[in-house]
Every structure is written in C-alpha cells, then in structure tokens.
C-alpha cells in the first residue's frame, strides 16, 4: 500500500524485506503498559518527504512481539557508518533503489522514534533497512521509526499512517 499525503509518501510493504539492517544490536529498556495481545506482527515501512532540493528517504522493517510484562524492550540492529559509494540492491517501493543497511548515525533517532509511539509491554525489533546515501537523514528515519511503530501497533496501516503524517508537516 502507498500512501501520498501533501509532500510525503509512505509505502506500507507486504512483503518480507530483504534489506538486513546490520549486526551490531543497540537495546533499550523503558516501562510499558501490559499488552493482551498475543503472537508476532512485522511491517516495513519506506518514507519520503520532498523538502526543497534534498528528498528526505528511509526504508525500516521489524516486529512486535507482545508480553505480559510491564517492559517494552526495543532492540535496534545497525551497520556501521553511511557508505557513501556504497551500489543501491534494494530495489526500493518508492522509485528508487536504496543501500540495505541501518547506519549507525541513524540508531539513536530510531530508537526515539520507536519509543515516541510505542507504549506496550513486549519486545520490538528493528531488523531490516536500506538508506540513500545522500537523502537520507537522522529526521527521515526519526519519521520511518514513528510511522513503522504506528503500522506494528495498530490495526488498521492506513489509518495509523495517515493520522502520523498530519504530525510531520
């Protein structure tokens, strides 16, 4: 599914990603509310915003897995540094072939991102992600975070992306 809303599209992707957001594993443990929700959910999310000169592109892809508890564990996987000569292999949703990877620069606006949404007792994943190496920003992949934590914890994609969207103008 994508979405267009004033200068921003958000493709909602079906389909497993294949963009592997790297091995190095960031995680972060902040109190959450009880979740009855069973089972696993995975989303993508790919994000554009034309803004001037610069478009503003990021590619996110994880899972939710709900507990009892009273935690919410967020576990953000990177790469290392942007890779700025880096060849694009993930075809992208939105017109344009992405670089797999989640670097580095980019975890701690994730993080925020995620836990900016997120208020649910589980387990959150970000495992898969694929970056412009010169569109690509700590604010676009502040926005994926948001908009991929809406897509995981709501029931209906399109209406979570929409009302999140109304925020990034």
Known sequence: MIIEQ?????????????ALAGREVTVTLVPAKPAARPGVRRASVEFHRRV???????????TMT???????RVEVLTCGRIELD????????LGRPLVP??????????TA?????????????????????VE?????????????A???LGSDSGTAIRARLETFR
Request: hydrophobic share 55%; aromatic share 6%.
């Open 113 to 133: 991102g995620l836990l900016a949404e997120a208020d649910q007792a589980g387990t959150m994943v970000v495992d898969r992600a694929a970056y412009d190496p």
């Open 136 to 148: 690509s920003s700590i604010v676009a992949f502040r926005a994926a975070a948001v908009l991929l």
């Open 101 to 110: 990877g989640l670097p580095a620069e980019f975890g701690a606006a994730v």
């Open 66 to 72: 709900w507990s009892g508890g009273d935690a919410l």
């Open 86 to 93: 880096a060849a694009p292999s993930y075809a992208g949703a």
């Open 6 to 18: 004033g200068n921003i599209r958000v493709a909602v992707l079906a389909d497993e990603v294949m």
């Open 52 to 62: 001037g000169g610069l478009p503003q592109r990021a590619m996110l892809g994880g």
């Open 150 to 152: 809406a897509v995981l």
